[in-house]
């Protein structure tokens, strides 16, 4: 079994700046892509950005600039750093690590989401 744990979520003003994390623990062989994903209230879930176990990197055309996503390796840890926000990327925060090798096989993690409200 496979938990990821996510934090750093919380209330900012437009322009500020956000800090997400995510852990993975469990019986984990290795893990491939990290990614996150969002959804806000009526709308449906979207990519975020990605990052391979390698390295490569991939976000939206959205938050291109503004976020930074990273990964340490060691920590099975995913990261995604949120700058200059805007009141549009209001919305609950989901970890996702589509396939992770475990010693039952390959999982598809989810965690359980933080929420993130920009407001003034």
């Known amino acids: 079994q496979v938990h990821l744990v996510e934090s750093g979520g919380g209330l900012v003003q437009p322009g500020g700046s956000l800090r997400l994390s995510c852990a993975a623990s469990g019986s984990i062989f290795s893990i491939g892509v990290m990614g996150w994903y969002r959804q806000a209230p009526g709308k449906q879930r979207e990519l975020v950005a990605t990052i391979s176990s390698g390295g490569r990197i991939n976000y939206v055309d959205s938050v291109k600039g503004r976020f930074s996503i990273s990964r340490d390796n060691a920590k099975n840890t995913v990261y995604l750093q949120m700058n200059s926000l805007k009141l549009e990327d209001t919305a609950v925060y989901y970890c996702?690590?589509?396939?992770?090798?475990?010693?039952?096989?390959?999982?598809?993690?989810w965690g359980q989401g933080t929420q993130v409200t920009v407001s003034s």
């Open positions: 996702n690590a589509p396939k992770v090798a475990t010693t039952t096989g390959l999982l598809d993690a």
